[in-house]
């Protein structure tokens, strides 16, 4: 129940000439009253609150000024600061992403393709109208998702009001679900800001990683390895299928070199992030005097292309070897010459694959990742920027390292391009790299290890 200030008493009683209203809530009501400079009193479920100046005594009624009307009502519910916080942070960094991404004027582009669509000479130009399609889809692609999430925080917003509203104790349900689904929400809202930031034309490919020993011997054989196995946990925690196309086992432990496939949305775009020289630093297994050594991987990452890309490579361009695969083998794969080796004369560009059983497939999948790699280096060359994607990584050995692992003396991986860093190594070598990966991609994918920042050895 609800008292304005213009409601007759007389249903609750008169308030006598010279009665103070403290004294008629104690006589009519029989209270306690927990009177404090704030001017406010409880009874029971409910509370009242006083104004210093608002009442004039006159019987029959209480007159006051508009803003200092009391209340005698049941307690509302009770939304804690840190959900109303975290709903305003949802509300702040999902504004941002509207304006980043400027969607009124994408889907006014939509608004246009569809109209393009309809019109009856659409496909007459088949070329043009793929190319129409195509990014129509690639702005829905961007967008819906964060319309969807604008939706759902105008529904979390609705039944936030709805519920400050209801009486103390009849909406717990929907006050959990409010907590629940603002935690929930700040992580997409990480994951939307994330995704905005792959606007590249290849970032939606599948990406081809390579891993090559360096510097370090035995020791970085071994270390080549555990990135391997680093990046294939990781491609399953995003979902991701990994193909292996080539790996060749390193002298004693590990493996020199690796080349694999990753298959999924946006996996160029989160594995370019992994692209440089990689340093690891632990006593090692390898030593019989359990000294330090330092050791040194080269991870390279490229897209892989479409058919449709234009990519022209002469048969006389190319040197085809064939040899027999290594590996556990079986019946077949180690008895026949099923491994192709393709090398790109003008450019000294080696691919090797033996994943499959037959010859012929082996050399159209290595013949895809040539392409790839080619294209890569045409895109370099177009825009003389040589460092950008190849010079980067320079030589495989210390001064070039965009991430350094330390296992001893102390724990600590650090990117030494946006300073993340985090010293639960553990979980970075079971494949939690998302933590590197979203940092450069927020600090604008820098290509060059940032000098300023350092790692005490």
């Given at each position: 129940?609800?008292?304005?200030?213009?409601?007759?008493?007389?249903?609750?009683?008169?308030?006598?000439?010279?009665?103070?209203?403290?004294?008629?809530?104690?006589?009519?009501?029989?209270?306690?009253?927990?009177?404090?400079?704030?001017?406010?009193?409880?009874?029971?479920?409910?509370?009242?609150?006083?104004?210093?100046?608002?009442?004039?005594?006159?019987?029959?009624?209480?007159?006051?000024?508009?803003?200092?009307?009391?209340?005698?009502?049941?307690?509302?519910?009770?939304?804690?600061?840190?959900?109303?916080?975290?709903?305003?942070?949802?509300?702040?960094?999902?504004?941002?992403?509207?304006?980043?991404?400027?969607?009124?004027?994408?889907?006014?582009?939509?608004?246009?393709?569809?109209?393009?669509?309809?019109?009856?000479?659409?496909?007459?130009?088949?070329?043009?109208?793929?190319?129409?399609?195509?990014?129509?889809?690639?702005?829905?692609?961007?967008?819906?998702?964060?319309?969807?999430?604008?939706?759902?925080?105008?529904?979390?917003?609705?039944?936030?009001?709805?519920?400050?509203?209801?009486?103390?104790?009849?909406?717990?349900?929907?006050?959990?679900?409010?907590?629940?689904?603002?935690?929930?929400?700040?992580d997409e809202i990480d994951d939307l800001e994330i995704s905005s930031f792959l606007t590249n034309p290849h970032d939606k490919s599948n990406a081809i990683v390579t891993i090559k020993a360096g510097a370090g011997g035995t020791e970085a054989c071994d270390w080549a390895d555990m990135l391997f196995r680093m990046y294939t946990r990781w491609a399953e925690r995003r979902g991701y299928k990994v193909d292996i196309e080539d790996i060749q086992d390193g002298e004693g432990a590990g493996i020199s070199t690796a080349t694999f496939r990753l298959e999924g949305p946006n996996a160029y775009g989160y594995a370019k992030a992994e692209r440089g020289v990689h340093r690891l630093v632990r006593i090692s297994p390898f030593d019989s005097n359990a000294r330090r050594h330092t050791s040194f991987c080269a991870v390279d990452v490229i897209a892989?292309?479409?058919?449709?890309?234009?990519?022209?490579?002469?048969?006389?361009?190319?040197?085809?070897?064939?040899?027999?695969?290594?590996?556990?083998?079986?019946?077949?794969?180690?008895?026949?010459?099923?491994?192709?080796?393709?090398?790109?004369?003008?450019?000294?560009?080696?691919?090797?694959?033996?994943?499959?059983?037959?010859?012929?497939?082996?050399?159209?999948?290595?013949?895809?990742?040539?392409?790839?790699?080619?294209?890569?280096?045409?895109?370099?060359?177009?825009?003389?920027?040589?460092?950008?994607?190849?010079?980067?990584?320079?030589?495989?050995?210390?001064?070039?390292?965009?991430?350094?692992?330390?296992?001893?003396?102390?724990?600590?991986?650090?990117?030494?391009?946006?300073?993340?860093?985090?010293?639960?190594?553990?979980?970075?070598?079971?494949?939690?790299?998302?933590?590197?990966?979203?940092?450069?991609?927020?600090?604008?994918?820098?290509?060059?290890?940032?000098?300023?920042?350092?790692?005490?050895?």
């Amino acid at each position: 129940m609800r008292l304005y200030a213009s409601d007759p008493l007389h249903k609750h009683g008169s308030l006598n000439s010279g009665e103070s209203f403290e004294l008629f809530i104690i006589k009519r009501f029989q209270t306690s009253i927990a009177l404090h400079r704030s001017h406010t009193c409880t009874y029971q479920h409910s509370f009242v609150y006083l104004s210093k100046s608002s009442i004039l005594n006159v019987s029959g009624k209480i007159h006051c000024c508009p803003a200092a009307l009391f209340s005698l009502t049941s307690r509302a519910m009770y939304i804690a600061p840190e959900t109303r916080s975290k709903i305003d942070e949802i509300t702040r960094r999902t504004s941002h992403l509207w304006k980043f991404l400027d969607i009124p004027n994408k889907q006014k582009q939509l608004i246009q393709y569809d109209h393009r669509m309809s019109e009856p000479d659409f496909w007459n130009n088949q070329q043009t109208a793929q190319k129409v399609i195509s990014e129509s889809n690639q702005i829905k692609s961007l967008i819906n998702p964060v319309l969807a999430f604008n939706r759902q925080l105008e529904d979390l917003k609705t039944l936030a009001e709805l519920v400050q509203d209801a009486e103390d104790g009849t909406a717990d349900a929907e006050l959990a679900e409010i907590n629940d689904s603002a935690v929930k929400m700040l992580d997409e809202i990480d994951d939307l800001e994330i995704s905005s930031f792959l606007t590249n034309p290849h970032d939606k490919s599948n990406a081809i990683v390579t891993i090559k020993a360096g510097a370090g011997g035995t020791e970085a054989c071994d270390w080549a390895d555990m990135l391997f196995r680093m990046y294939t946990r990781w491609a399953e925690r995003r979902g991701y299928k990994v193909d292996i196309e080539d790996i060749q086992d390193g002298e004693g432990a590990g493996i020199s070199t690796a080349t694999f496939r990753l298959e999924g949305p946006n996996a160029y775009g989160y594995a370019k992030a992994e692209r440089g020289v990689h340093r690891l630093v632990r006593i090692s297994p390898f030593d019989s005097n359990a000294r330090r050594h330092t050791s040194f991987c080269a991870v390279d990452v490229i897209a892989e292309i479409d058919d449709d890309v234009d990519v022209e490579i002469k048969d006389e361009d190319l040197r085809v070897d064939v040899y027999r695969s290594s590996g556990k083998g079986g019946q077949h794969v180690n008895k026949t010459e099923s491994a192709v080796r393709l090398t790109h004369l003008p450019t000294g560009i080696v691919v090797a694959c033996q994943r499959e059983r037959s010859q012929h497939k082996n050399r159209d999948v290595a013949m895809k990742i040539l392409k790839s790699r080619v294209y890569e280096k045409m895109q370099d060359e177009k825009r003389a920027e040589m460092e950008k994607f190849y010079g980067e990584k320079g030589e495989i050995g210390w001064g070039n390292q965009i991430r350094s692992y330390v296992f001893q003396p102390y724990q600590m991986v650090k990117d030494l391009r946006t300073g993340s860093e985090t010293a639960n190594i553990q979980a970075v070598m079971d494949g939690e790299i998302d933590q590197f990966v979203n940092a450069w991609l927020r600090a604008g994918g820098p290509r060059q290890r940032n000098k300023d920042i350092k790692v005490e050895d």
